[in-house]
C-alpha cells in the first residue's frame, strides 16, 4: 500500500512540475522594451556602499544603492541617472528624468521643447535614507577628490507671465541672459550660496574653490569670472568684460586659475583669443600669452579647441596654439552669388589622405592645435608641437620634463592599403622645445614609462616588445633570448600580428610587466635580471590566460606590495575567475574563484578593500556581486528581469569538432529549455569568426542591429550553432566553408535535429560567408545575409564611407584575407566572390543592406539581390533610408527582428508567408502598410 502511494505521489509530482513547465511561454518581439540590464555601478570612497542604475531597455529605470555589509539596507530612486557619491561617503547625488511617457505624450501633442518637463536633482543622505529634490535641473558637478561640496545649475524659468490687458500696473518683460541660477552648498546643506546669470562652473579637484562666469543682463559683451572660496565664501573677481571665457582649469595645487577669452565679438568671422593666469592667493590676473607673444608658433595664434593643462607639479602650463587663419580671395569674393560658387573635389595622386578621408577628418583638421608649455616661473613660451612634427604626446600626469613626438606624415601616403604604417618617434625636452629621434617608421606606439626612464612599444615587424633608455640613449630588445612568443598565436590575417598586451610597470620602473598568450613575465628593463615568469608557467600548463586586474583608482606603477590579482580563463572549458599572484614569482598562483561563469567589471573601493564584480552565464543577466581582496565571499547585490522565471530559456553547451584539415575547433550549441533529444528541432546557424569564448555570455533579448536574437530563437523552439572558424590566407570563402561546414555535421551527428529545415545567417564579415556557403551548398532551407560583400573586384576599389578609407587594406592586410592587390591576385578575388557563382544558388535569401551603410558599399547588396532576381531565385532585399552598416534607431531593430522571425519561421517551420514577402512593399505603399499580416 505504501508503494502504491508513493508512486501515486510521485506522478502527481511529475505531472505537477509538467504543468509548471507548460505554463512558460516562448519570448515574444513585445517582451524586449521591459528587459533590464544594470551599469554604472560605483562604490564609495569607504566602500559602504554601492549603488548601480537598472534600466529596461526603453522605459523608465532607477538607481539602487545598498549597503554590501548587510544587503538588506538599501534606498531606491526612481527614474534616477548619472549619480556620484560625495567624497565623505555620506551622501549621494543624481539626476531624476522625466518620465518617459509622459514626454511621448507630450510629444504627440507638439509640445515644444522648451516646455517639456526637465531634469530634478536628488540629494539622498545615506545615513538616514532622507531624500532632497530640486526641480528643472541643468545639470550638477561635484568635486573630484576632496571636499563635501554641491553645485547645481538651473534651467531657465520658462513660466510664462499673465499679463491682463485691463491691469494698469506695467509688467516688465524679463531680459535675455545666456546664464541661469547656480546653487552651490555642502551636502547636508548648512552652508549656501546662490549666484544668478550663470553660463559656466566649475570646482578644483580638492574642493577648496570654485569658479563660475557670468552672463550679464542685456549682452553677452560684459561676462565675468568669479573664484569662490569655499572655506571663507568670499567670492573674487578674476576677470571682466571680455567675451567668451572657456577652458577654465584649476591647477592641482589649487594656486592657480587659467582660462582663455576674446576681446572680438563672438560674430567676429576670425575672433582672437588670448590665454590668461589668475593667481588664487594673490587675487591678480596677467594675460600670459596671445597672438605675438614670444615663443608662439610664427604666424599662428591661441588656439580656443585645445584643452588646458598643468603639469603635476604646476610648474608649467600647455596650451594649443594654430596657424592664423588664411584668407582666400575666391571665398570671399561678395561679387559671387551663391548659386554660381562652383563646387567640387579633387582627388590628388600625391595627396597624402584621399579626398573621403579630408572629408571626414575636416573638422579635425580645422580644429587642429600644436601644444605649447608656458613656463610659470620665468614666464617663458616653449613652442613643442609645429607644422613639421605636429604631434606632441605628454605623459599621463604631466610631470615629466619630456614628451614623445610621433609623425607619420611621410607614410600616411600609403595608409589606403598598409594600415600597419611607421611613424619618425622624437623625444622632446619641454624646457628648450629640442628634440631627439628615436626612430624612423617605427611599426608600433610608443609610450612613456611612468618615472620617465623608458620609451616603450611593441615592434610589430620584430614580434616584441622594445625599449629605448632616456639616459643612455640605448634601444633595447626587452624579450631577447625568450624561446616564447608574445605575438597573437592564433593570428590568421596577412598582416604583421599584434602583442597580448602588457600589465604596466612597477614602481620606480625597475621591471615590465608583459604578457604571453597565458602567463605574465617580469623584465628587467636594465638586463641585468632575466626575464622572470612570474605565474611559473602554470597558465600554458594549464591553458589558463592569466592577466592582472588593475583595481586602484587613477594607477600610476604596480606597488610591489598590493596584491596581485589575476583574472583568470580556460582556453577550453571556458572557465573564469580570480586568482592571487605573486609579483615576485616565488609562489604559484592561488585560486581564489574559478567557476562556469564570465566574471568582469572588477572595481574597487577607493579607501577600503571592498570589491564588486559582474557575473554571469547564459541563463544568468550579469548582476552585480560584492566581495573582497580574497573573493571569500560573493554576495548579489542586484536582481533584474524576475520575469524570465517565466519564459522558456533554454542551455548553451561546447560542441568540439574538426575543420576539413584536421584543426580542432568549437562552438556554441544552444538548446531549447525543455529540449528533448528524441524530437527534431530547426536549427540556425549563425558566425563572424571566433565565438566559443562567449560560452558564458548572458544574451539579452533585443531587437535586431542586423542579427538573429539567439534567445528570441531558443526560446521559440530552435536550436542555434555558433561554430568558430578558422582562416587560410587568400581563402576566406573555402576557410569558411571548411569550419562552418563540418560543425554542422558534428551537431547533426547527435540526432535531434531536423537537417531539412536548417538556415544560416550573418552580418557584414557573416555576410560575405553566409553569400559563399549558399553558392558551395544547397543543404540549408534559407539564408540571411546583412551587408554583404559579393564582388571583391568592385568592392576592392571601394570606399569605407563610414571613415573615409579605401577599402583596398580590408583585402590586402585584414578580415578578407586575400594577401594581395587585385592585380597582383586576380583569381582569388573572383574564386572568393559569390557573385561570380550565383547561378549556383537554390536558397531563398533575405537580405539587409541599408543606404547610408558607412562599412560595406550599399551596393553590393544590390548586385547580390540583381543577380538572384535575374536567376529567378527567390530573394528579398531590406534597406533602411538613412540607416548605417548595423542598424541604429530602434524603430527599425524592431521591424527588423520580425522580418527575420517571419522569413524563418516560413521556411524552417512551415509558417505562412507574410504579405511582405508574398506581395512586395510597392513605392506607392511606402509608409502606409507594414505587410507583417500573414498570407492565407
Request: net charge neutral; hydrophobic share 35%.
Amino acid at each position: 500500500m505504501y508503494r502504491v502511494k508513493f508512486i501515486l505521489a510521485f506522478w502527481m509530482l511529475l505531472m505537477s512540475l509538467s504543468l509548471f513547465a507548460q505554463e512558460k511561454r516562448s519570448l515574444t518581439h513585445q517582451d524586449y522594451d521591459g528587459w533590464e540590464s544594470v551599469s554604472s555601478e560605483k562604490l564609495s570612497k569607504n566602500g559602504d556602499w554601492v549603488g548601480y542604475e537598472t534600466y529596461p531597455q526603453e522605459g523608465d529605470g532607477r538607481v539602487d544603492f545598498v549597503s554590501p555589509s548587510t544587503g538588506n539596507n538599501r534606498f531606491q530612486v526612481n527614474r534616477a541617472k548619472n549619480f556620484v557619491f560625495s567624497n565623505e561617503s555620506n551622501y549621494a547625488v543624481g539626476l531624476i528624468k522625466p518620465e518617459i511617457d509622459k514626454i511621448r505624450n507630450l510629444k504627440l501633442k507638439d509640445t515644444k521643447k522648451e516646455e517639456l518637463p526637465k531634469d530634478s536633482v536628488f540629494i539622498l543622505n545615506l545615513g538616514e535614507g532622507k531624500i532632497e529634490k530640486l526641480a528643472n535641473i541643468k545639470s550638477y558637478k561635484t568635486p573630484k577628490n576632496e571636499g563635501n561640496w554641491l553645485a547645481v545649475h538651473f534651467e531657465k524659468d520658462n513660466a510664462k507671465v499673465d499679463i491682463k490687458k485691463d491691469s494698469a500696473e506695467k509688467v516688465e518683460k524679463p531680459k535675455k541672459t545666456a546664464g541661469t541660477r547656480l546653487l552651490v552648498r555642502s551636502f547636508d546643506g548648512s552652508k549656501s550660496w546662490e549666484f544668478n546669470r550663470v553660463k559656466d562652473f566649475g570646482f578644483s579637484d580638492s574642493g577648496g574653490y570654485l569658479f563660475y562666469v557670468n552672463a550679464h543682463e542685456d549682452t553677452l559683451k560684459n561676462e565675468g569670472i568669479y573664484v569662490l572660496n569655499l572655506k571663507t565664501g568670499v567670492s573674487n573677481k578674476v576677470d571682466e568684460g571680455l567675451n567668451d571665457y572657456n577652458k577654465l582649469t584649476f591647477s592641482e595645487n589649487e594656486k592657480w586659475l587659467t582660462y582663455m577669452a576674446t576681446e572680438d565679438s563672438l560674430k567676429a568671422k576670425k575672433p582672437y583669443y588670448d590665454l590668461f593666469l589668475y593667481n588664487i592667493s594673490k587675487n591678480s590676473t596677467q594675460k600670459i600669452a596671445a597672438k605675438n607673444s614670444t615663443g608662439v608658433l610664427d604666424g599662428g595664434m591661441i588656439s580656443k579647441n585645445a584643452n588646458l593643462r598643468f603639469s603635476k607639479d604646476a610648474s608649467r602650463l600647455f596650451f594649443g596654439t594654430a596657424p592664423d587663419y588664411v584668407a582666400y580671395a575666391y571665398e570671399d569674393d561678395t561679387t559671387i552669388l551663391k548659386e554660381e560658387r562652383v563646387s567640387l573635389d579633387i582627388w590628388g595622386w600625391q595627396d597624402a589622405d584621399i579626398q573621403p578621408m579630408q572629408m571626414k577628418q575636416k573638422d579635425r583638421e580645422q580644429k587642429k592645435s600644436l601644444l605649447a608649455a608656458y613656463n610659470i616661473n620665468n614666464g617663458t613660451i616653449i613652442q613643442l608641437g609645429d607644422r613639421d612634427l605636429e604631434n606632441i604626446v605628454l605623459d599621463e600626469k604631466a610631470k615629466h620634463k619630456i614628451a614623445l613626438g610621433i609623425d607619420d606624415k611621410p607614410y600616411k601616403r600609403n595608409y589606403s592599403w598598409d594600415i600597419q604604417i611607421g611613424r619618425d618617434v622624437y623625444l622632446v625636452n619641454i624646457e628648450n622645445g629640442e628634440r631627439e629621434l628615436i626612430q624612423r617608421g617605427m611599426k608600433g606606439y610608443p609610450a612613456l614609462s611612468p618615472e620617465g626612464k623608458y620609451v616603450y612599444w611593441y615592434s610589430n615587424s620584430d614580434s616584441t616588445w622594445m625599449a629605448y633608455d632616456v639616459k643612455s640613449k640605448e634601444k633595447k630588445n626587452l624579450l631577447a633570448g625568450l624561446d616564447v612568443n608574445f605575438y597573437d598565436e592564433i593570428h590568421d590575417s596577412p598582416s604583421m600580428p599584434s602583442s597580448y598586451g602588457n600589465a604596466g610597470w612597477m614602481k620606480g620602473d625597475d621591471a615590465f610587466l608583459v604578457y604571453d598568450k597565458y602567463d605574465i613575465w617580469k623584465v628587467d628593463p636594465t638586463g641585468k635580471n632575466k626575464p622572470q615568469n612570474i605565474t611559473k608557467g602554470q597558465g600554458r600548463a594549464a591553458q589558463v590566460t592569466f592577466r592582472r586586474e588593475s583595481v586602484e583608482e587613477d594607477e600610476e606603477f604596480i606597488d610591489p606590495k598590493s596584491t596581485l590579482i589575476l583574472s583568470a580563463f580556460h582556453e577550453l572549458s571556458k572557465k573564469n575567475g580570480f586568482f592571487i599572484g605573486d609579483i615576485n614569482g616565488k609562489n604559484d598562483p592561488k585560486e581564489m574563484v574559478f567557476t562556469d561563469h564570465r566574471y568582469y567589471g572588477l572595481k574597487k573601493a577607493k579607501g577600503s578593500n571592498n570589491l564588486t564584480v559582474r557575473r554571469s552565464t547564459y541563463q544568468d543577466n550579469p548582476e552585480i556581486y560584492a566581495t573582497d581582496m580574497h573573493f571569500s565571499n560573493l554576495k548579489q547585490l542586484s536582481s533584474t528581469n524576475a520575469h524570465q522565471a517565466d519564459i522558456k530559456w533554454g542551455s548553451v553547451e561546447l560542441v568540439d569538432y574538426l575543420t576539413n584539415d584536421g584543426t580542432p575547433m568549437q562552438g556554441l550549441l544552444y538548446k531549447p529549455e525543455d529540449f528533448d533529444d528524441q524530437k527534431k528541432y530547426p536549427m540556425m546557424v549563425y558566425f563572424y569568426e571566433r565565438n566559443s569564448d562567449g560560452l558564458h555570455n548572458y544574451r539579452a533579448p533585443a531587437p535586431s542591429a542586423s542579427t538573429i536574437n539567439i534567445p528570441y530563437f531558443v526560446s521559440n523552439d530552435y536550436v542555434v550553432f555558433v561554430p568558430d572558424i578558422k582562416y587560410d590566407l587568400g581563402l576566406p570563402g573555402p576557410s569558411a566553408y571548411n569550419s562552418i561546414m563540418p560543425g554542422v555535421h558534428a551537431v547533426l551527428d547527435k540526432g535531434f535535429v531536423d537537417r531539412e529545415n536548417m538556415a544560416i545567417q550573418g552580418q557584414s564579415w557573416g555576410g560575405y560567408q553566409v553569400a559563399y556557403l549558399i553558392t558551395q551548398t544547397n543543404m540549408f532551407k534559407a539564408a540571411g545575409a546583412g551587408a554583404p560583400v559579393v564582388n571583391m573586384t568592385s568592392a576592392y576599389g571601394g570606399i569605407r564611407w563610414g571613415t573615409g578609407m579605401s577599402r583596398m587594406f580590408q583585402y590586402e592586410q585584414t578580415q578578407s584575407r586575400i594577401g594581395g592587390t587585385l592585380w597582383d591576385k586576380p583569381s582569388h578575388y573572383i574564386e572568393n566572390s559569390p557573385l561570380f557563382f550565383a547561378d549556383r544558388v537554390q536558397t531563398p535569401v533575405l537580405i539587409m543592406h541599408n543606404d547610408a551603410d558607412g562599412a560595406v558599399p550599399w551596393y553590393q547588396g544590390i548586385e547580390m539581390f540583381m543577380s538572384l532576381k535575374r536567376l529567378n531565385s527567390p530573394a528579398w532585399l531590406l534597406v533602411y533610408n538613412d540607416e548605417d552598416h548595423n542598424l541604429v534607431h530602434r524603430k527599425n531593430r524592431k521591424d527588423l527582428s520580425v522580418r527575420l522571425s517571419q522569413f524563418f519561421d516560413h521556411y524552417l517551420k512551415g509558417a505562412p508567408a507574410p504579405l511582405w514577402m508574398t506581395e512586395g512593399l510597392p513605392a506607392i505603399e511606402k509608409g502606409r502598410t507594414l505587410k507583417y499580416e500573414l498570407s492565407e
